[in-house]
């Protein structure tokens, strides 16, 4: 064998390693029996339901608000639309100790807008709906930016051709462009999903660690770190599951877009 | 009746049309691409707002700027092709041609979607993907998802250029039949002029945003008022300068070397405009006989190419031009590249246009 391509096959090696070591440990460092009792801790039955809670919530938002912001930004232009679209992914870059102090500042009991949030009868600093801001600030750049891509790159003619075949925008919207854009979406969806799921420092900074009110996984395994090492390994386990199952859905989407959405 | 008055700038374009198609009438609109044809058909279809403009369509306005009326693209009955058909891909054939389809139960829907298939030989892939169907058959599609939305006016944007040569020619004797059949106005856009001839019953030539000749395909292709239509219409086009010779006749010195006869008047530069199939060709060594052809050039044969039952021949004389003679004239006179032929033609068959 060359020299090069070894070197090449070792920094692959390496890299393979490195990587995926950790999350093997995560399960057999215990057995699967012992993993599986753990979930049945109190506290972590409580974060994952809270986790998928709060999780679909801010989904639900990001998709209801997102889908059409990111049609608008994919479909027309003005003069300030880079300045727009710069601002809408500034969260992505965002440090998330960062983003739950801008929450705070923002909605919190003593942020600018503070008042007329708790005037509107709305709690959020230590309730989960906190929570749900919290995921929805963080994980909703992620959504809009991959469903702006999927909506430009649906071509444009379809809305011509809809509009003359008596349609309104409203309605070529709903029947044309979401279900041609639709493999790009659901692959926002499944990014925007692992990021909500994984969120740790905005809600913890904005919302507080509170079992069963805004204790997500992530924090969950954070209290449990201490005290019960074998909790948060589970609660790990079933976070590896699920980010698995992303990765892989997009990936089974992707292949698909490829194979069916050519022009031939 | 389609009335469509535009005038509107679009980038370095200065679109300025004024065009009519009466019921039961198609109207091509020719020209390179470029020239402003589909944005034509935008402004007709609402997709493009044009400066000034007006469109009428029967007794309705769709369009009038001085008068602030812009009727939006889903209220125009407009049966719009579009250049690649723009069929959606998520949907099968029939749900595509059920698309204009509102206001009746999914069953009726269907029924009239599939009826429609039928009448273009597409019952049976009522249920297959656009992706999957062959040019031809998108294009069926297409035509009947158009019909589906029972158009006042049909806009054709190129529908034969997304084909293969095989398939065009079958599909534009369906696009004629379809043509024929509806009794709505139809403009149709394309880059060619013989496709413009075969469904056109007038052709308009567009050249940068203006349409410079408007009439018959015979009229266009027998008197071209510019070097742009002859050329456009196929004909053969020489440069040179006219004076008036004897007889009333005109005589121009090509550029190049060369002279020929015209019966059109002209004076100063000129385009001479002659069709292919005016020009006969004779062997250089033959002499000369005396006869009703004036003009006589002297070439080397560049490129022999069979069209059908003809040969289209590329020569180089004192500039290049182009005949077309019969496959068997081309065996007897055994043409290959590199012969030296004369090429003679009539005045009367030489156009001029001043230049």
């Known amino acids: ?264 | 009746m389609l009335r469509v008055e535009a005038e509107t700038r679009l980038g370095v374009l200065a679109l300025d049309v004024a065009l009519e198609v009466s019921r039961g009438e198609c109207l091509a609109l020719a020209g390179p691409s470029g020239a402003g044809k589909t944005s034509v058909l935008r402004v007709a279809a609402g997709l493009l707002r044009p400066e000034r403009g007006r469109v009428d369509a029967g007794a309705d306005t769709w369009l009038d700027t001085a008068r602030g009326i812009d009727v939006p693209p889903e209220q125009r009955r407009c049966g719009y092709v579009f250049q690649e058909y723009a069929l959606f891909p998520h949907l099968t054939a029939w749900q595509n041609v059920a698309y204009p389809l509102r206001g009746m139960p999914r069953r009726e829907r269907r029924a009239r979607s599939l009826g429609l298939l039928e009448r273009f030989g597409m019952r049976e892939l009522a249920d297959a993907r656009p992706q999957t169907l062959s040019g031809g058959e998108r294009q069926r599609v297409a035509l009947a998802r158009v019909l589906a939305r029972d158009p006042g006016v049909l806009l054709l944007d190129e529908p034969l250029s997304a084909l293969d040569p095989r398939t065009r020619a079958g599909a534009a004797r369906e696009l004629a039949a379809v043509l024929r059949e509806v009794e709505a106005p139809a403009l149709f856009v394309t880059h060619d002029f013989a496709e413009a001839a075969q469904l056109g019953n007038r052709v308009g030539v567009i050249d940068a945003g203006r349409v410079i000749q408007e009439g018959t395909p015979s009229e266009l292709a027998a008197t071209p008022q510019s070097a742009f239509v002859a050329d456009f219409t196929g004909a053969v086009v020489l440069t040179g300068m006219a004076r008036s010779g004897a007889d009333g006749l005109t005589s121009v010195k090509l550029d190049g070397g060369g002279e020929v006869t015209s019966t059109d008047h002209g004076e100063g530069p000129v385009a001479v405009s002659v069709y292919p199939w005016e020009i006969a060709i004779e062997p250089v060594t033959a002499a000369l006989a005396p006869g009703s052809t004036q003009n006589h050039l002297s070439a080397e044969v560049l490129s022999v190419t069979r069209v059908g039952n003809r040969v289209r021949l590329g020569l180089a004389g004192p500039q290049t031009l182009a005949a077309e003679i019969t496959g068997v004239a081309a065996d007897e006179l055994g043409l290959r590249a590199g012969a030296r032929v004369t090429a003679s033609w009539k005045a009367s068959a030489t156009r001029l246009v001043a230049i």
């Open chain 1, 1 to 264: 064998m060359r020299a090069f391509p070894a070197l090449l096959a070792l920094a692959l090696a390496v890299a393979l390693t490195f990587l995926t070591v950790p999350i093997v440990a995560i399960f057999v460092d215990s057995s699967p029996a012992e993993l599986i009792d753990s979930l049945g801790e109190p506290g972590a039955l409580d974060a994952l339901w809270l986790s998928l809670r709060a999780t679909a919530m801010a989904l639900a938002l990001i998709l209801i608000v997102g889908t059409p912001a990111a049609y608008l930004l994919a479909t027309r232009s003005f003069r300030a639309k880079p300045v727009v679209v710069t601002l809408v992914e500034l969260p992505l870059v965002l440090p998330p100790a960062v983003a739950g102090i801008a929450l705070l500042a923002a909605v919190g009991p003593s942020g600018i807008l503070g008042g007329a949030v708790a005037a509107a009868g709305i709690e959020l600093s230590l309730q989960t709906a906190g929570v749900v801001v919290a995921l929805t600030f963080v994980a909703s750049p992620f959504y809009v930016r991959q469903a702006m891509a999927a909506f430009a790159a649906v071509d444009r003619t379809l809305l011509d051709a809809s509009r003359t075949l008596g349609a309104s925008e409203a309605r070529g919207f709903v029947r044309v462009m979401v279900p041609a854009a639709l493999p790009g979406l659901t692959a926002g969806t499944a990014l925007a999903l692992g990021r909500a799921l994984g969120e740790f420092g905005a809600t913890l900074m904005f919302a507080g660690s509170f079992q069963g009110i805004t204790q997500t996984v992530p924090l969950a395994i954070y209290a449990k770190l201490g005290t019960d090492f074998e909790t948060a390994l589970a609660l790990s386990a079933v976070l590896v599951a699920i980010s698995a199952a992303i990765l892989l859905s997009v990936k089974l989407v992707h292949g698909r877009e490829a194979l069916g959405g050519a022009p031939g």
